[in-house]
């Protein structure tokens, strides 16, 4: 466990990285909260972005248990997988529930999916790149977490003000609250391990930035 000096050094690094991630992507607030306006808006495409999300949470959830299976695997790691499951079952009932019928993981019901796909694919590789010379799997793992949730937390929040601004029952904020304290255990985690370095989560956002934005593009294409 964290001494108390240990957690609050992580809680207080995490909000200014938090702070930083926000700076660097308002040039992309504008855009993307026209897109959701206008996906949340049209029920069918609402279905696919929320079929699109969960398809993610679930890929997230599969990585964990594909890297993360050997005998010293531990208790924030299970609840991680656990709940990214749980996030993606919320997110596929949400979805058949506004499309009204069974949606598959299949491209016609889904959102610019070949980007959607490709954005866990090519984040992780620029990762495992980055971390090389360490070769560790669990460091691997706990980055590539850190810097989902942080753009979970950013995309999930302007996606919950466009709900409740179109007054849909749809609510985020169980998921909200579920990321940021998934966020806030593999802050605490990676500075336990002596892992938490300012110059490589820069760089890691920098990569999930131009990937997010490829990703953003497509979807714009796909509801154009």
């Not at 929320?50 to 599969?62: F, K, P, Q, R, V």
């Not at 248990?65 to 005998?71: D, E, L, R, S, V």
């Not at 959607?116 to 460091?139: H, N, P, T």
């Not at 605490?188 to 990569?207: I, K, W, Y």
Request: hydrophobic residues 45%.
């Amino acid at each position: 466990m964290l001494r108390r000096d240990d957690t609050e050094l992580a809680e207080s690094w995490l909000d200014g990285a938090l702070a930083r991630f926000a700076a660097a992507n308002d040039d992309l607030v504008l855009q993307t909260r026209s897109l959701l306006a206008r996906i949340v808006a049209d029920a069918p495409r609402h279905a696919r972005l929320a079929n699109t999300l969960s398809m993610l949470e679930h890929l997230g959830s599969h990585k964990i248990m594909t890297t993360q299976h050997g005998a010293e695997i531990d208790q924030p790691t299970l609840k991680h997988v656990h709940e990214e499951a749980g996030h993606a079952y919320f997110m596929k009932r949400q979805a058949e529930k506004t499309a009204q019928r069974t949606l598959e993981y299949v491209d016609e019901d889904l959102l610019a999916p070949a980007s959607a796909r490709m954005y866990f694919q090519r984040l992780e590789a620029a990762l495992k790149r980055g971390l090389a010379q360490r070769r560790s799997v669990r460091a691997v793992y706990l980055y590539m977490s850190m810097i989902v949730e942080f753009r979970a937390l950013w995309f999930y929040g302007l996606y919950q003000q466009t709900l409740q601004r179109a007054r849909d029952t749809f609510s985020l904020k169980r998921v909200l609250g579920e990321e940021q304290n998934h966020l806030g255990d593999v802050a605490h985690r990676l500075e336990m391990a002596g892992e938490l370095s300012d110059s490589r989560t820069v760089e890691f956002v920098g990569c999930e930035k131009a990937l997010f934005g490829r990703l953003l593009a497509a979807m714009q294409r796909a509801v154009a």
